[in-house]
């Protein structure tokens, strides 16, 4: 099975990568790194799917030649990663030079395979040293957060194609901590609201540092997931309404308008930070490009039981990925189309993330992932369509290069586009990576 597009299908400057994050592949156990919440939070009974952890993951400490040879070998044109701050700063205070080291390499391997390194810095990986301090909670962690930045720009900012200061702020605050299914595992409306407008100002912290410091091409990576009503029923309709307003307004509108949607700071009423209108400005300093994590949509139905937000989600009729994510790829395309008109303007946008969770197996050496190459396929359609329509659209990165630690669900799911046994580490590119090698002219 083959995609229906071909690389000349896009712009000549469009880019095609894969993406990772740190604590999902490298092995949090090698190279002087600290212990992370993630750590903290995966050794608490029942939080992680069989008390799974990151402290081994795909080893790619040791494998990054080996995965970068994959990424050159499938036509990719760049390679996504993030800087774990608990390798670089494992008491969330002092350097770790093997840290920095291993980044430097890495760095240098991904140049020398003619990719581009894009570089997240954040992805979820908050020293447990800091997590003791009230990490996202404390308002510190935004001047925590730009030293880091500065130290890691200061080693390997000079090679950087691109660089987002943090990946999905909704799950680093609201997942993490209202609902309570990441780590540090809260469930507290205080935390969350403080959180999710510190993780605003970290982000412009970061941002000034690495300007003042010469950066350039710097973003931030959002996610979205498409608010679709279960119903016409008002109650449904406005539920959504106030899914939207956490899930997808909140970060953009701060970014771009230098507000919080109103519906959404009336529940965080008496919550949150004192004076916090007065970071606004420099949370909406302009960006140099968006990145959009899309996966699917939620299908949102009021619920009385809860007092606030009144809502829950119910099962949908589409087809279903292994997370039990319906697939819906008109999603991509509206997000695509509306950032542009009524957020970002021109500012370009990059797909950072989009990808499947599918139960796949070896047969005979080989995994046909056809429903993995199916997504895909829709998916990098509706990317066409909001090209066609005016859209800024930069690049796409599937997620995921490996098959990796999914958080909270472990080793169970599997994201990849290359097969990786946890007993071995033996790597086996599966028939998507092989359609993605087809169709972008790799070797």
């Not at 599997?414 to 790799?442: L, W």
Request: glycine share 10%.
């Amino acid at each position: 099975m083959a995609f229906s597009f071909r690389r000349s299908d896009f712009p000549d400057d469009f880019i095609f990568g894969a993406a990772t994050a740190a604590y999902q592949i490298e092995g949090a156990s090698f190279g002087g790194a600290g212990p992370s919440h993630w750590d903290t939070f995966a050794a608490t009974p029942g939080n992680v799917a069989n008390a799974e952890t990151g402290a081994i993951a795909c080893d790619h400490y040791h494998r990054y030649g080996e995965d970068l040879d994959l990424l050159r070998s499938g036509g990719f044109d760049a390679y996504r990663f993030s800087t774990s701050w608990a390798r670089v700063m494992p008491d969330g205070k002092n350097v770790n030079p093997e840290g920095l080291d291993f980044y430097d390499r890495l760095a240098d391997a991904t140049l020398e395979r003619g990719l581009k390194p894009f570089l997240t810095l954040y992805h979820w990986d908050l020293p447990a040293a800091l997590a003791d301090l009230g990490g996202w909670r404390n308002r510190d962690v935004a001047s925590w957060f730009a030293d880091y930045s500065s130290i890691v720009m200061d080693r390997i900012g000079d090679r950087m194609a691109a660089v987002a200061t943090i990946n999905e702020p909704w799950c680093v605050t609201w997942l993490s901590h209202f609902w309570g299914i990441h780590a540090p595992g809260l469930r507290d409306i205080r935390a969350a609201a403080r959180s999710m407008h510190h993780v605003l100002l970290a982000h412009a912290r970061a941002i000034e540092a690495m300007r003042a410091a010469g950066h350039g091409n710097l973003g931030i990576v959002l996610n979205f997931e498409h608010a679709n009503p279960a119903s016409d029923a008002a109650e449904d309709v406005s539920a959504a309404a106030c899914y939207d307003g956490f899930y997808n307004r909140w970060f953009i509108e701060a970014i771009t308008r230098k507000t919080y949607p109103e519906v959404i700071l009336e529940g965080f009423a008496g919550h949150m930070p004192d004076g916090y209108e007065k970071d606004m400005e420099a949370i909406s300093a302009p960006l140099d490009w968006l990145g959009v994590n899309y996966y699917t949509r939620s299908n949102v139905a009021a619920d009385p039981e809860v007092a606030w937000p009144s809502l829950k989600s119910v099962p949908g009729p589409l087809p279903k990925t292994d997370m039990g994510w319906e697939i819906y790829p008109d999603g991509l395309y509206g997000f695509l189309t509306r950032l542009h008109r009524d957020y970002t303007g021109e500012t370009p946008i990059i797909v950072t993330e989009n990808g499947m969770a599918w139960d796949d197996h070896l047969v005979d050496g080989r995994i046909d992932d056809r429903e993995r190459i199916a997504y895909f396929d829709t998916h990098l359609a509706a990317v066409r369509r909001a090209i066609a329509d005016g859209a800024p659209v930069k690049g796409y990165f599937g997620w995921s290069l490996l098959d990796n630690y999914e958080w909270a669900l472990g080793y169970g799911k599997r994201f990849g586009m290359v097969h990786v046994d946890y007993d071995t580490q033996k790597r086996t590119p599966k028939a998507s990576f092989e359609a993605f090698r087809h169709a972008i002219g790799g070797n």
